[in-house]
């Protein structure tokens, strides 16, 4: 009972930790950042957090041998796939989605799918690749906010269904094409300094053997 206690109390606390650095992020987003910008664009820190969350506490599953290929099925192969995204990731993407409800026009369902996809990505197994996470911030931001745009989209396409949906679709996407690739950039440049404090957290989780929130 008291090694389940001693965890448990771990746990609580690696929780505790995880939901101050979501909720320092979000001020720093809200009290610093907002008040900087480059051509009107600011990076997204919250953003950043999550995807750098699932590069680095993402899941590394071994890759499928070919006697495993053989022998699984397709839908096998695919559930085992998908399993390997970053739940701890996606959780973190839940709580800044429920932060952030208020401060954009739709519920931002890309957190959590993209803190889910960075875990494919895992760099913590990669002793020489930690500077993959400039790239791959850079490129989830845009898919990111490529799916904040579409959602967007189809609550203003459902909101104004007699209005022409090309013209939606045009207003939408072209205030998109504005700011993307800049906020991608800029998202790309804090990532270093993200990342490899968040790795060295990790490497304290795993030297003390615990288990969240590693998937």
Partial sequence: MAIISMRSRK???EIGLSALLCVTALLIQLL?????????VICNLPLTVIIVWGLVFGTTLPPLTNVELRRLSMGDIFSRQLASGSISG???GWFFSWMNINLVPVYPIAYPIIGWASGYFCLRALSQGNLLCI???????L?????????IFAVKAFIHQ??????????????LSLFILTEALLNALIAPFI?????RWYELVEGQQSYFPID
């Fill in 11 to 13: 746990r609580a606390l």
């Fill in 32 to 40: 610093v950042l907002n008040n900087f910008t480059i051509n009107g």
């Fill in 90 to 92: 996606m959780l973190v």
């Fill in 135 to 141: 790239p791959l911030v850079f490129i989830l931001t």
């Fill in 143 to 151: 898919i990111g906010e490529g799916i904040t745009a579409w959602e």
């Fill in 162 to 175: 007699g209005m022409d949906w090309r013209i939606i679709f045009s207003q939408v996407f072209d205030h």
């Fill in 195 to 199: 990342y490899f404090p968040m790795r």
